[in-house]
């Protein structure tokens, strides 16, 4: 099975399934000698991980991260680093009821017809759970580009037709409630929604946006490996994102070219705009702007409630899906959007170094 593996110079590989032994990622091209250890990767993954809130599956596991190689002395030495994070609270006869049947919503069916099986625990690769070596791997991304004063931050931005007020933003708010809301009044909205759907058995699609501040002009590729393009494919990437949107999106149709343009202008010697409707990103190259994305997640398509398929055999049944799954995705993927974007904005800064060659003599102290 290819397609698990993501990235040209700082690439990772995920690996393992849900209902599996254990999940993990293989990180390839960090640089040696970056401060690294278990308790700064679990901090991230804490974010991850289920049974933290009820708008969470309530599966308990601990994810508890283990470095396997490339840590010595508490330092990357240059070579593959292997995390590993063991499943401890699989409970796979809550799928058996639903072998033969093609789950509403799920890969279950392109799953079958692809490779003419499918571990129907959980949905094996499908697996939200595979998230978990991408968010391990990030935490290691985001601390490279933290070296260089790069931020990246993600929250939700909206839920159903529930949308955060920018005048109450409160990065600590997305911290104190379980929707991972920085509107404190528009989490308490949200939590009641979701409160709702929960007893109707029922669930809810929703708006992560993700920001990421101090990204130097010139990175991305201006064909193929465009800034955007490489990070819409890192965000798609992601199990239920079923859009993603840069700057103003899809709002630029409705827009004229004088108003979507962002002027250019010197402050304090530094080239500025003075509008963003770009998102930070022009002909696939970043501008020096804040980089502005959105990621819309559908409703998760584990409810409660009885569904019209159909089974193996092609005929058409009912079925009702039973075990412990999220009413809402977006809240628990915050982190992975992160991961993602960070990631992608890693990998090709590296390939950035080498794109004039007074980039290359630098990179080597070249007198």
């Known amino acids: 099975m290819s397609g698990s593996t993501y990235g040209k110079i700082f690439k990772i590989t995920t690996w393992g399934e849900s209902h599996g032994a254990g999940i993990g990622v293989v990180i390839d091209g960090c640089p040696a000698g970056l401060e690294i250890d278990e308790d700064y990767i679990q901090s991230f993954l804490d974010r991850r991980k289920p049974g933290q809130s009820k708008f969470a599956t309530q599966r308990n596991e601990a994810d508890k991260v283990k470095i396997m190689s490339g840590v010595f002395e508490g330092k990357t030495t240059g070579t593959p680093i292997s995390l590993m994070i063991e499943n401890t609270s699989q409970i796979s006869k809550d799928y058996s009821d639903i072998a033969d049947k093609y789950r509403p919503g ?12 499918r571990d129907y625990r959980g949905g094996g690769r499908s697996s939200g759970r595979e998230t978990a070596g991408r968010v391990a791997a990030g935490a290691i991304a985001i601390k490279i580009l933290k070296t260089m004063g790069i931020e990246v931050q993600a929250y939700v931005k909206q839920i159903g037709d529930i949308v955060i007020d920018y005048e109450n933003f409160s990065y600590e708010e997305i911290f104190n409630n379980g929707l991972c809301m920085p509107d404190k009044e528009a989490a308490e ?51 239920a994102v079923k859009g993603i949107e840069i700057g103003d999106g899809f709002d630029v149709v409705k827009a004229r070219g004088s108003e979507n343009n962002d002027s250019f202008s010197i402050e304090e010697g530094k080239v500025v705009k003075t509008t963003n ?91």
């Open 106 to 117: 799920h890969a279950d069916y392109g799953f079958d017809a692809k490779y003419g099986f």
């Open 189 to 239: 909205k949200a939590a009641k929604y979701v409160e709702q759907l929960i007893e109707e058995k029922d669930s809810t699609g929703a708006m992560v946006e993700c920001m990421v501040s101090n990204v130097p002009a010139g990175i991305g590729d201006p064909v193929f490996d465009k800034l955007d393009a490489r990070l819409a494919g890192a965000i798609m990437s992601i199990g």
């Open 277 to 367: 409707h770009s998102g930070g990103i022009l002909g696939g190259i970043s501008d020096g702007s804040n980089i502005v994305l959105r990621a819309a997640f559908k409703p998760t398509p584990s409810i409660f409630q009885k569904q019209q398929t159909i089974d193996k055999d092609k005929n058409e049944v009912e079925i009702e899906i039973k075990g412990r799954h999220d009413p809402i995705v977006a809240p628990r993927a915050v982190v992975v959007v992160e991961s993602m974007v960070a990631i992608t904005i890693l990998d090709l800064m590296m390939s950035n170094t080498t794109s004039t060659i007074d980039k290359l003599i630098k990179a080597y102290e070249i007198n």
